[in-house]
């Protein structure tokens, strides 16, 4: 292995001790390393995407035509357009980029062995880092959260219970037992929600999964979750706040517990879905949603001090997407994303895999409902970035397990 290759699978796997100083270093170095592996793979790489792209069926064809031409559609329509066409780029360089990294690993298994050993490692670092910080800043008499690695910890969290899926090393322990603490003192309601749902949707699956002859039971745990959720999509619905006069705003009784959903996302929530009306098939454009037309005003609620009505984004990824992308842009990625994670799901039978990957996927968008912009860089990457690195894994057991078989017969 060349000294540019170990430099470069280094970079990959130390990404997130690097997001721990910067945002803009994790991301160049990133790239840095992934461009680097690309012009040493170059050869083979002109080939496997020859084949994935005679691969790719006409149902996966006319859903990433449809997904690439509702987000245009919505750039077109943007209210600034400028702002529109760069998040989409980047966007659709970050998915291409993640495919590309899939692409070089699962060819080469010592890569892989190598980049997820480097990535527990990282891992372990960062865990000291954080918890050393949190507790040396952590004032025990007042209780008071400590806000530095606050929005850090939503991702420190998730690879906390991943690794121990890409890698089997001891060291994975460490984390896991610092995480409850680590997200009492940052105050971290996003990662205990996800835990809940990940583990929610995991649990679902099992069941699901044991009932095989079972087709009543199945049919009405499908039915259940489907309805409850609807059901809870409907209630907040109704009940945030649709009157955005002064007078309103100062009068209005809030029937969400604001302990559930703090009243400054409710407004936000509740001002965005009003607007959503006015655009509902292609939306605002894309990253525009604080340059609509009342979302700068002052909410003036005693609950809310001096926040606007949009504070840069709504703090929902499927309000913001329906917002900036409209229905027919956010039906377009549900669909990308299903059928991204089924190509995955389809790699292996393996009940362990698949219960990581839908863990995966219940942390990683529930947390986004209450919790960073989708068009934010780095959460961003981490979903395709860390999707790939499932991938990988799930294909590099599966080369394992069939060498192991083919020793045996031998």
């Not at 990959?12 to 840095?32: A, D, E, M, P, Q």
């Not at 002064?246 to 996302?265: G, V």
Request: glycine share 4%; aromatic share 18%; hydrophobic share 50%.
């Amino acid at each position: 292995m060349k000294i540019e290759t170990y430099l470069s699978i280094f970079i990959i796997g130390f990404c997130y001790s690097l997001l721990l100083i910067n945002k803009i270093i994790f991301g160049t170095l990133l790239s840095l390393g992934l461009l680097t592996l690309i012009f040493i793979n170059k050869k083979s790489l002109v080939q496997d995407l020859k084949t994935s792209l005679k691969n790719i069926n006409k149902k996966e064809l006319l859903i990433l035509l449809l997904f690439i031409s509702c987000f245009f559609i919505s750039v077109l329509n943007s209210i600034k357009i400028e702002r529109s066409i760069a998040v989409i780029i980047y966007l659709y360089l970050i998915v291409f980029f993640s495919f590309i990294l899939y692409l070089i690993f699962i060819k080469k298994k010592e890569y892989a062995d190598l980049l997820f050993k480097i990535f527990s490692i990282s891992l372990f670092i960062n865990c000291f880092v954080i918890t050393t910080y949190n507790f040396s800043h952590f004032d025990f008499s007042e209780m008071s959260e400590v806000i530095r690695f606050k929005g850090y910890m939503n991702i420190m969290t998730l690879l906390s219970f991943l690794i121990f899926f890409l890698s089997k090393s001891k060291l994975n322990i460490i984390p896991l037992l610092f995480l409850i603490p680590n997200i009492i003192i940052s105050n971290c309601n996003s990662a205990i929600l996800g835990i809940i749902i990940g583990s929610s949707s995991c649990l679902v699956f099992f069941l699901y999964n044991i009932l095989k002859q079972k087709k009543k039971l199945r049919i009405l745990i499908i039915s259940t979750v489907f309805f409850s959720f609807c059901f809870s999509t409907i209630f907040f619905a109704q009940n945030l706040p649709r009157d955005h006069q002064e007078k309103n705003i100062q009068d209005f009784q809030f029937t969400i517990p604001t302990e559930l959903i703090d009243p400054h996302r409710q407004f936000m929530w509740g001002f965005s879905i009003k607007k959503i009306k006015i655009k509902p098939l292609f939306g605002y454009g894309q990253d525009t949603s604080n340059f609509i037309k009342g979302s700068q005003k002052e909410i003036g609620s005693p609950y809310t001090g001096d926040m606007n009505f949009i504070s840069s984004h709504p703090h929902n990824f499927i309000i913001e997407l329906l917002l900036e992308t409209g229905f027919l842009g956010l039906v377009s990625f549900f669909f990308f994303i299903f059928i991204i994670n089924y190509k995955v799901w389809k790699i292996t039978k393996c009940t362990t895999s698949r219960l990581y990957l839908i863990f995966f996927n219940g942390y990683f968008w529930s947390t986004s409902l209450v919790n960073f912009s989708f068009w934010l860089g780095w959460w961003q990457a981490s979903y395709y970035l860390i999707l790939a690195f499932i991938a990988i894994k799930i294909k590099v057991n599966l080369f394992k397990n069939t060498s192991e078989k083919e020793i045996k017969l031998n």
